[in-house]
């Protein structure tokens, strides 16, 4: 019998406000302080909210880009050679690249020309669910036997055109604080975030390299409710879930913790929370659940990708993220929520979840190596 094959994780990088690098990300995120700060990117002397979880001295998208994708290269051992005929798939914003002006398609064959990645190319533009869109994909042609090693890449600046929108939507937290699930949540925040990561082959890749997790399951599903609000009821969301525990193989019970997509706004939250009842029953009030957008902000496209290194890296820790901003529980969200401290575990495999406009839902069930 053949040797199933699973995408694994051996090579990660990411910038964030938490820092440059991927222990960075999961020290903020254990430590549980908020990196929000005013912006001072652009002007915001018209908005309502003037504050993000911004990098200071940041470079071009392209240049961050092309650094992470180095970085996590070099942090799973390829050589050049081993680039050679490699996929990238990118997720970024949908326009032409702010302050480069680029299109997403040209950005992705210039990253890939200037990583040493000489095979397709493929962008990811559907907002939120980006990143775990293409780790989903990559972790499907990896496990049919159509690649052995692929780079998935991520990146979003805040900038002003997108601030101004989710400002004038109303749609940012105005006590400038990220609240997922909790009582008195306001709303989102945004951050920024470059993400790499090198997914390869459990059979055929023996270079060396110590896989970080799996990608064990992933499931994608639309609900189609409303163009900017998600279904009440979390059915969507349920469904991507269970279609990453059943490509996995999994009960409910093998899920020891969530990283939600809680973004901290009233209606999200609470329909998040009803499509982890819906998908893990009775098993839902008894999972550990937190938010690190609550100390990173939300980096739309990359969202997805800064979550998954996030989680990857804290379960194979032992220590699971705190949701910040925490103030008192929510008759609509009854989870397990982590609050004041990070919470000791020895579990095996978790969720990461994202959502966005227009009733898109992904779930990655991250698994240890």
């Not at 105005?174 to 009582?183: E, I, M, N, Q, Y």
């Not at 920024?192 to 890749?205: F, H, I, P, R």
């Not at 978790?350 to 992904?362: D, K």
Request: charged content about 15%; proline content about 5%.
């Amino acid at each position: 019998m053949a040797e199933r094959r699973v995408a694994q994780l051996t090579g990660v990088h990411a910038v964030s406000a938490l820092g440059r690098g991927a222990e960075a990300q999961l020290a903020g995120a254990l430590a549980g302080v908020p990196a929000f700060g005013a912006v001072r990117r652009f002007d915001t002397a018209a908005r309502r909210v003037t504050v993000a979880a911004t990098v200071p001295d940041v470079g071009t998208l392209p240049d961050e880009l092309a650094a992470a994708v180095d970085a996590a290269c070099g942090a799973a051992g390829l050589t050049g050679a081993q680039r050679v005929g490699c996929a990238l798939l990118l997720a970024v914003h949908g326009g032409p690249v702010p302050g480069v002006g680029v299109a997403p398609g040209a950005l992705a064959d210039q990253l890939a020309a200037r990583c040493g990645l000489s095979g397709h190319t493929r962008v990811y533009t559907s907002a939120c669910v980006s990143a775990s869109t293409a780790v989903a994909d990559a972790a499907t042609v990896i496990s049919r036997g159509d690649a052995n090693r692929v780079v998935v890449a991520a990146g979003y600046l805040v900038e002003s055109d997108q601030f101004a929108l989710f400002d004038a939507g109303r749609a940012l937290a105005v006590d400038g604080a990220v609240r997922p699930f909790s009582a008195g949540r306001r709303g989102l925040l945004l951050g920024d975030g470059v993400v790499a990561v090198v997914l390869e082959s459990s059979v055929g890749c023996r270079h060396g390299a110590e896989p970080l997790a799996t990608v064990a399951g992933w499931g994608r599903a639309g609900d189609a409710f409303h163009p900017c609000q998600p279904d009440p009821t979390g059915a969507g969301m349920a469904r991507a879930v269970d279609a990453a525990l059943r490509r996995a193989g999994l009960p409910p019970e093998a899920v020891g913790y969530v990283n939600a997509n809680a973004t901290g706004t009233a209606q999200s939250d609470a329909a998040e929370a009803a499509a982890l009842r819906r998908a893990l029953g009775g098993y839902a009030a008894q999972v550990p659940v937190s938010s690190t957008k609550s100390v990173h902000g939300h980096a739309l496209e990359a969202s997805g990708l800064l979550e998954l290194v996030v989680t990857a890296l804290a379960l194979r820790r032992g220590d699971l993220p705190v949701n910040a901003g925490w103030l008192a529980p929510d008759e609509a969200c009854p989870l397990d929520v982590i609050t004041d401290q990070p919470r000791r575990t020895t579990a095996t495999h978790a969720l990461t979840l994202n959502a966005a406009f227009g009733g898109a839902n992904t779930a990655l069930l991250v698994g240890a190596p």
